[in-house]
């Protein structure tokens, strides 16, 4: 009898040790999944599943979202960080509607022709939602295919045309079975494959990880400095995007100069939140979360 295949190893493994998210849960619906997908693209998942929850609950179809305007979207986005993810799931859900009846699609086509779904998240909605055969390929999926098959402890620069092939070689024939799978190696690469400190023991594909196999030692320690936030643009535009979120009409320049004190950097921290289409002008001297309230009238 052969041995069992990678994925079939860590499908088993899943199967008893897969944490227990709801958009996990049987009859979750596409949309849902969707959303998680894309809040978990730059979010952990201990921040995402109290917003994920809050907004299903009040905007549980394409339709709903789509009503609304992208200063809401970007009000109940909160601080989950790089909110121009709110914006597009907006468009998003509008183009789901214009083009689809207000169903998420199920071809990857049409998938990926959505504004703000890429390769990986038109992947794995046809995958998780719908149950289809194709390589999901994240950053953790990439880590794992390499170590395991290649038997390179890192995976280095994304080359997206061959982690796709790489990782679809490794996926059962059967839809079900494969959609499982891609499932299981980003819950390995999450919870055990992890990047600095793999936890080979503990391993499911241990007996056939070309890794593992070649005696390397595991990397120790962090490669990558962690991000600076304190101090830099990013926490600018948080500060002003905040003073946006809670006002409920046009903020006044003024006020928006109190939120930090190095006037180049805020003024620029705010150009980038106007060209990235989160805020906008709104009348003489004040900024608005983009479409929140009536288009301005242009001044003489
Ligand atoms: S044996 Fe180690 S390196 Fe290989 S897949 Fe498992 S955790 Fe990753």
Do not use: K
């Not at 796709?164 to 494969?178: G, I, N, R, S």
């Amino acid at each position: 009898m052969s041995e069992p295949s990678f994925a079939a190893l860590v499908s088993r493994w899943y199967e008893r040790n897969a944490r227990d998210l709801p958009w996990r849960e049987p009859g979750v619906g596409a949309w849902a999944i969707l959303v998680s997908e894309i809040m978990l693209q730059q979010t952990p998942v201990v921040r995402v599943l109290p917003a994920w929850r809050a907004w299903l609950d009040r905007w549980p179809t394409p339709a709903a979202l789509a009503e609304d305007t992208p200063a809401e979207a970007i009000r109940m986005w909160g601080r989950l960080g790089y909110p121009r993810r709110a914006v597009r799931l907006r468009d998003c859900a509008a183009a789901i509607v214009e083009r689809h009846g207000g169903e998420v699609p199920d071809r990857l086509d049409q998938l990926l022709a959505l504004p703000g779904v890429g390769t990986y998240t038109a992947r794995a909605v046809a995958a998780f939602a719908f149950g289809q055969r194709h390589p999901v390929v994240d950053t953790n999926v990439r880590r794992v295919v390499c170590r395991a098959i290649a038997g390179e402890p890192d995976a280095g620069p994304a080359t997206r045309p061959a982690d796709l092939v790489a990782t679809e070689e490794l996926l059962p024939a059967e839809p079900a079975a494969a959609a499982l799978a891609s499932a299981a190696f980003m819950e390995l690469g999450a919870m055990i494959c992890t990047a600095r400190s793999p936890r080979c023991a503990m391993c499911p594909a241990e007996s056939v990880c070309a890794w593992r196999a070649s005696g390397q030692e595991a990397p120790t320690g962090p490669t990558r400095r962690p991000q600076r936030y304190a101090g830099t643009d990013r926490q600018v535009r948080g500060l002003l995007l905040a003073v946006l979120r809670e006002a409920t009409g046009p903020v006044p320049h003024q006020r928006l100069d109190q939120v930090w004190h190095d006037g180049v950097q805020r003024a620029r921290a705010l150009a980038g939140l106007v060209t990235d289409g989160l805020v906008e002008p709104a009348g003489e001297d004040s900024f608005r979360l983009v479409g929140d309230g009536p288009p301005m009238i242009p001044l003489p």
